[in-house]
Structure formats: C-alpha cells, structure tokens
C-alpha cells in the first residue's frame, strides 16, 4: 500500500486553515497542521498538529522537512496586529516557509493572500485577471502583495507555487466582521451603512475548494468571487462551480452553528 502524500497547512487551527486541513484529509493526503496554538479538539486519523509560529525559524526545517504540499493560510491581519507584527509575520514569516518548502524538496506551494492587494478605495475592471494593477490598502494589503513576491521567487527556484486572492470568507467557525455583518443583516427593522464585507463575502466551503483545487491541478485562480459584480463568464473560463449556491440555507447553518456554541440565543 503506498504511502499518501503529506501536506502542510499552516494557520491549521484558524479558520480557512482548519476547513483546508478537513478537505485534504478527506482527499487522502496525511496532514500536518502547524500554528501558534494548540489544537482544540483532538486530531483524527491521518491528521496531527504541531505547535510552531512559522513566523520564527525554531523547528521550521523540521516540520517541513518530509512534506509534499505546504498551503499557507497563516497571516497577521490589520485588525489583531499592528505594522512591525504584518511584517514579520505576513512578509517575513511566508518568506522563510517558502525558502524551507524549497530546501526541503517540496514540490508545490499555495499561498493564500488576501483582495486587499487590489486595494479598497479603486475601482477594478471587471473582470479582474492576473494582469490587473494592484493598489494594495496600507499596512495589510502590502505586507501580503510582498508575500505574494517572495513565493514567486521561491518558484523561480523549482518550487510550483499557486497564489489566491479571497475575499472575506465565512461560515461555520467564522468570528469574524464579515460574519456579525451577515447576522446584523438578518435581524428585522434595523437598518445599515451598506458594507465590503457583506458584498464580497465567500463561503467557507467555496474558498476550501478553491485552496485544494489550487493543490491538485495547479491553478492559479486571481479572479474574485462572482458575489463582487463581475463577469459571471470570466468566472466560468476558470473552471471553478459553486458548491453553495444557496445564501439563505447557507446563513441559517451559520446562525445554527453560532447557536450550538453559545455565540447568540
């Protein structure tokens, strides 16, 4: 019986990373979660946790060491980290997991940056391709567009590399804006700025299927999400199919989900 590959998810314990980490699992491959807390609930079969900030370089040859995949979902966002913090962890610490995938003989690398790289304050073309401007928004969006450029330049070392661009994403386990936004929304009489977030919102499941379609096949998808008011055709030349289609359905499993934790009433 022939050994499955392993992939590493950094951020395993965050949100994206932990929905990754599940899909991959399912798919066959053992996985490796990584981040700087310890795991909450126990690992299953197949799945282990190391406790490691892939910002630093104590123990990262070690964990990366027999990889295949590395997927790289841990960052500093604007909300939780001030500036030296993005740049140590968002530039610094992706730059040196690139460089360890690469010496470690790993063959492919996701990236999952952020839409703030195109910036908030520009209007983009419609569609938006690989070749569309950025502008990305201060402090995050930069940090994460020079992340981008050192996975770039760990692929021109032999490494394959994939990054994607998301947009806010939310579901089961969110904490996030995004996610009171949606629920703030739902509630009767109230009324409301309109908001980024709510208009550009992603399904958790729709961005864990982009991430492992991303590891499987190799491609690079930089097109946002149709929900942001662009070409459902240049959606479709990508090759990506919603697994979510139903936004009603997919809110009331969220307020289900905040519910069975205790979140709201």
């Known amino acids: 019986m022939s050994t499955p590959p392993t992939a590493l998810v950094s951020g395993g314990t965050g949100f994206i990373g932990s929905h990754v980490a599940a899909a991959l699992l399912q798919s066959g491959y053992h996985v490796r979660t990584v981040g700087r807390r310890p795991a909450e609930d126990a690992r299953p079969a197949g799945m282990e946790h190391w406790q490691v900030d892939v910002a630093s370089t104590e123990l990262l040859d070690q964990v990366v060491g027999d990889v295949d995949v590395v997927i790289h979902t841990a960052g500093a966002a604007t909300t939780k980290a001030g500036p030296q913090e993005m740049e140590e962890v968002n530039v610094g610490g992706t730059a040196r997991l690139a460089e360890a995938a690469v010496a470690a003989g790993a063959r492919r690398f996701v990236y999952v940056s952020t839409s703030s790289v195109y910036g908030t304050k520009v209007r983009l073309p419609q569609p938006v391709t690989e070749d569309t401007t950025c502008h990305p928004s201060p402090g995050y969006g930069e940090t994460k567009l020079r992340a981008e450029q050192a996975v770039r330049q760990a692929g021109d070392k032999g490494l394959e590399t994939a990054i994607l661009r998301p947009t ?54 930089r097109k946002a999400n149709p929900n942001n008011r662009l070409s459902l055709q240049a959606l479709a030349d990508t090759g990506f199919q919603p697994r979510v289609t139903d936004m009603t359905k997919a809110v009331r499993e969220l307020v289900r989900w905040y519910r069975l934790h205790g979140w709201i009433l």
């Open 168 to 221: 806010n994403v939310f579901g089961p386990g969110a904490v996030k804006l995004v996610a009171s936004t949606i629920l703030d929304a739902a509630e009767p009489g109230l009324s409301f700025e309109r908001r980024q977030e709510v208009r550009a919102a992603m399904l958790a499941e729709g961005m864990r299927d982009k991430i492992v379609l991303s590891e499987q096949r190799l491609r690079v998808l």
